[in-house]
């Protein structure tokens, strides 16, 4: 792509067939997107916040990330931003979920 | 839709394991296959927000169920509404978003155009840069509209996406792509299907198609 | 580039347009295929506030907002599919150079 062209600025570039399979949503994913929509409407940050985010991603995590998972990363980032944890907080807090190890649903509290 | 719940404290999972979506399909096994980083973060983010009270667990269990409540049925009931009300419909090609709002849905913020496909002009919706969509009419996207090959196709070879989705519209057509790049959403008010006199808007809503709001697709022919 | 001051609708219906070739990084919603593409006006949409400004949470300007209908022609020239077929889409003020002599 020329210089300037970002790379989630997609129309007319050259691309295989649509891909008609799909997919019911995760509770997790739909918990990421209730987190979008509840935090976004709170103000906490903006929708155009969330896809700046997600565009500084970069191009391949497009190809390497489902959709929700740069949802949430774009979500915890504005988070940081929007000044309500930490970076070191929010480090330390996926610590203690990660430790609950297992499955998502054995790592929710309980 | 027990799957859904938070029932209290901090979000906790239910110990309802039905399994199965609102549409009666499988989740992905998500639920019971190891944690992933993106999934740790989810927990992460949501527990510190209910921590900091930014949000309660009530409200996220609130906000899935009015996301699960929304589905291309409720587009349905407004399209079949315009084929059968000629005043609806007008109210309708001039503001979609107060006419859906007469009918009762909460689209909440939605600021909505609907585009009418006649003999003459096909409508079909993208959004190049995202993936915007009418969610809050129709439900959360199809895979494919979130695609590469969706979003990067659609504005240059129209014609040829469509012909994918098995629709093959005559060189007489008019195509009119609809890019969603900025803050409103669209929706396709596809052309009466032959063959549906006399029917009543309940019946004629059975025959719109998720696609057909799109514009990848076109109504069922009643029968069909 | 200064903050655009003008939050009135200017243009009327079916006035000529060129989309801006600018090349700026940033979180943009005036796509990249559309840039130097003329076309003319469908609809004004109202002012809203200026994307550029809400993605860098900085209080965000409103700047009229514009449906605009470009030919396949015009946005893809010899690639055109059907070269008569049409794309809409929606384009903020200072994205856009009116053509038409005021």
Redesign the interface.
């Known amino acids: 792509m020329?210089?300037?062209?970002?790379w989630?600025?997609?129309?007319?570039?050259?691309?295989?067939?649509?891909?008609?399979?799909?997919?019911?949503?995760?509770?997790?994913?739909?918990?990421?997107?209730?987190?979008m929509?509840?935090?976004s409407g709170?103000g906490?940050?903006?929708?155009?916040?969330l896809?700046?985010a997600?565009?500084d991603l970069g191009p391949e995590a497009?190809e390497t990330?489902?959709?929700?998972?740069r949802w949430?990363?774009s979500?915890?980032r504005n988070?940081v931003?929007?000044g309500?944890?930490s970076t070191a907080?929010?480090a330390a807090?996926?610590e203690?979920?990660?430790r609950?190890?297992?499955?998502?649903?054995?790592?929710?509290?309980? | 839709m027990p799957h859904d719940h938070d029932h209290s404290h901090d979000g906790a999972v239910p110990h309802d394991h039905t399994g199965m979506s609102p549409s009666g399909h499988p989740y992905r096994p998500d639920q019971d296959t190891a944690l992933s980083y993106w999934q740790v973060m989810e927990i992460a983010v949501r527990e510190l927000a209910v921590e900091r009270g930014l949000i309660t667990p009530a409200e996220i269990a609130a906000q899935i169920e009015t996301m699960d409540a929304r589905s291309p049925a409720n587009g349905a009931a407004v399209v079949a509404r315009a084929w059968t009300d000629p005043a609806f419909k007008a109210r309708l090609l001039a503001d979609a978003s107060e006419a859906s709002r007469e009918m009762g849905f909460d689209i909440g913020p939605l600021r909505l155009i609907a585009v009418e496909n006649t003999d003459e002009v096909h409508n079909v919706i993208v959004c190049t840069l995202c993936s915007c969509y009418p969610r809050n009419l129709l439900g959360l996207p199809p895979d494919w509209y979130k695609s590469r090959a969706y979003r990067s196709r659609t504005v240059k070879e129209p014609r040829r996406v469509l012909a994918e989705f098995g629709l093959t519209l005559p060189e007489s057509t008019t195509v009119r792509v609809h890019d969603s790049t900025a803050d409103m959403r669209y929706i396709v008010l596809p052309a009466r299907p032959e063959g549906t006199e006399g029917m009543t808007a309940e019946a004629l809503a059975e025959l719109v198609t998720r696609d057909s709001m799109i514009g990848t697709g076109l109504p069922r022919s009643p029968g069909a | 580039m200064a903050a655009p001051t003008v939050s009135e609708p200017q243009l009327p219906v079916r006035a000529r347009v060129r989309v801006r070739s600018w090349a700026a990084p940033g979180h943009i919603r005036t796509p990249w295929y559309l840039r130097g593409r003329e076309g003319r006006i469908e609809r004004a949409l109202g002012a809203f506030p200026n994307p550029e400004q809400l993605a860098l949470r900085q209080p965000a300007d409103p700047v009229p907002l514009y449906r605009v209908r470009f030919t396949m022609a015009e946005v893809w020239g010899k690639a055109a599919e059907t070269p008569t077929d049409t794309l809409d889409a929606e384009i903020f003020a200072h994205w856009l150079e009116p053509l038409d002599a005021a």
């Open positions: 020329e210089p300037g062209h970002a989630h600025d997609m129309g007319g570039e050259a691309a295989g067939a649509v891909d008609l399979s799909t997919h019911d949503y995760a509770l997790w994913e739909k918990r990421v997107d209730a987190l929509v509840l935090l709170k906490h940050f903006t929708v155009d916040g896809r700046r997600i565009e497009f990330m489902t959709y929700y998972e949430i990363a979500v915890s988070m931003e929007a309500a944890w907080e929010l807090k996926m203690e979920v990660a609950r190890g297992g499955t998502y649903g054995g790592a929710n509290r309980v």
